[in-house]
């Protein structure tokens, strides 16, 4: 029952330095997003990806990148970190039947990124 | 663009008492769903209830319940018989069909021995 599983979990960084968080799912799910979480704004959505081979912009995909590899994964990319990209990070599936699906997204346990 | 507003930034009940969680959202959509995710300090994301807006009828999950306006745009939560393991972070959420999930501020719930 691994479901969505996040790595790392946590990390520290420089800024400047860049560093990659992957995301994999084995529900089949065809969708994936990656969320950040900041004290007092809820979750705010980076990227996703509605289908293999595609991605799109969210609210806040400045700074970051990624790349769906295959269905199962789905990574986030950060190739010069700032302190403002400090954040909690959370990697999500869901399916998509017909067009709409039951709606439920599955979270991983998130990943806590420290950019000094 | 839909947006979700959570307009209690923190809650606390007493222990076996009942508290309701307020939401509210915009959308010009007819169809769409409504969630409450619950964060505990482990900070792992945990659906507590669904609503599919094309249904009149509340939905409810054992203790949790949901009040849904649709006309007014409102989907609160109802927790009955609250207990310590209630404590935590609760987002409001809607979603439109395959469509990315969109998130309210949250509210911090405290649940008093």
């Known amino acids: 029952n691994a479901g969505v599983t996040q790595t790392p979990k946590f990390q520290v960084l420089k800024t400047g330095q860049s560093m990659t968080l992957q995301c994999a799912q084995d529900m089949n799910h065809n969708s994936m997003y990656w969320y950040r979480q900041d004290p007092g704004m809820g979750l705010r959505l980076i990227y996703y990806?509605?289908?293999?081979?595609?991605?799109d912009k969210g609210e806040v995909p400045n700074g970051y990148n990624v790349s769906r590899l295959n269905k199962r994964e789905f990574s986030l990319r950060l190739e010069s970190a700032a302190p403002s990209q400090t954040s909690v990070y959370f990697c999500a599936s869901s399916d998509r039947l017909a067009g709409f699906g039951t709606g439920e997204l599955f979270f991983g346990e998130g990943s806590r990124l420290t950019v000094l | 663009a839909q947006t979700v507003t959570q307009s209690q930034p923190e809650m606390s009940v007493q222990e076996a008492e009942t508290v309701t969680l307020s939401c509210t959202y915009d959308t010009s959509e007819s169809d769409y769903y409504l969630f409450w995710y619950k964060q505990p300090p482990s900070r792992q994301m945990i659906l507590v209830i669904r609503q599919e807006a094309y249904k009149q009828q509340n939905a409810t999950e054992n203790r949790f319940s949901v009040n849904f306006q649709k006309a007014a745009k409102s989907f609160s939560l109802k927790i009955s018989d609250s207990q310590l393991g209630d404590a935590a972070m609760y987002f409001c959420?809607?979603?439109?069909?395959?469509?990315?999930?969109?998130f309210g501020q949250g509210t911090r719930l405290t649940i008093n021995p």
């Open positions: 990806s509605a289908s293999e081979g595609t991605t």
């Open positions: 959420a809607y979603r439109r069909g395959a469509q990315k999930l969109v």
